[in-house]
């Protein structure tokens, strides 16, 4: 079963709006991270956020934030006003017990001028 | 500073040669992970090396994988026998792992493996 699920394989936005890029997980570890990761074509893979299953409140940086939802195990992303320099793969990951990541298969955001 | 580096960026074989895939994490990081990601998919975990513990060689996908981490630092990892199957961008973290810490993972540009 997938521990980590992104349901939007690609998303639109128009330059300067906000948008959500949605992840779901699963995990009966009480002790968890999640970690988003954006990923343009160049392929290098740069972190963006991190969000601890302990931490009580949502985690910001600059445009990202997380949008945390402990009981429906979502950590969604929300990029406030879009760029062009948005455009990318975006993949959301977990870590449990242990130090590797899980990854989901990544949603494609395509920022439109 | 400098990143994770990784050489070469791109390596085409033919089926059946060996090739040995190079990291060079950032200085005073302890730990080094590898993944694999191939064509439109996700990353898939494939060793994780933690100071001088032994590896975690739970995602690695055959024996014809290994990799070795000298003196803590630059990592190799060899494919022998290569299979088509085994084309993907195989990419290299490190990080810090302070305990209680936040232990991002960062990641070099990765190297493109073409099996003919």
């Known amino acids: 079963a997938q521990k980590i699920t992104q349901t939007q394989p690609g998303m639109f936005v128009q330059e300067k709006e906000a948008v959500t890029l949605d992840c779901t997980y699963d995990?009966?570890?009480?002790?968890?991270?999640l970690f988003w990761y954006k990923q343009p074509s160049s392929g290098e893979m740069i972190f963006l956020i991190y969000?601890?299953?302990?931490d009580q409140q949502n985690a910001t940086e600059g445009r990202y934030s997380l949008n945390f939802q402990k009981a429906r195990k979502s950590a969604n992303l929300v990029i406030s006003a879009s760029q062009l320099g948005d455009s990318a793969m975006y993949f959301c990951?977990?870590?449990?017990?242990?130090?590797?990541?899980?990854w989901g298969l990544g949603t494609s955001l395509a920022v439109n001028p | 500073g400098a990143g994770v580096s990784q050489s070469p960026s791109n390596k085409v074989t033919e089926k059946g040669k060996d090739v040995e895939l190079r990291c060079d994490p950032i200085s005073g990081h302890t730990a080094l992970y590898w993944y694999r990601q191939s064509l439109g998919q996700g990353l898939e975990f494939l060793i994780y090396?933690?100071?001088?513990?032994?590896?975690?060689k739970s995602g690695l996908p055959s024996d014809r994988f290994s990799a070795e981490r000298t003196g803590g630092s630059v990592s190799t990892l060899t494919i022998q026998r290569t299979q088509q199957e085994d084309s993907a961008v195989y990419l290299c973290a490190s990080s810090l792992t302070e305990r209680g810490g936040l232990d991002t993972q960062y990641f070099g540009p990765g190297t493109r493996l073409t099996v003919l």
């Open positions: 990951a977990m870590r449990e017990k242990g130090r590797k990541l899980i």
């Open positions: 090396f933690q100071g001088n513990s032994a590896p975690d």
């Open positions: 995990t009966s570890d009480p002790s968890y991270g």
């Open positions: 969000q601890g299953s302990y």
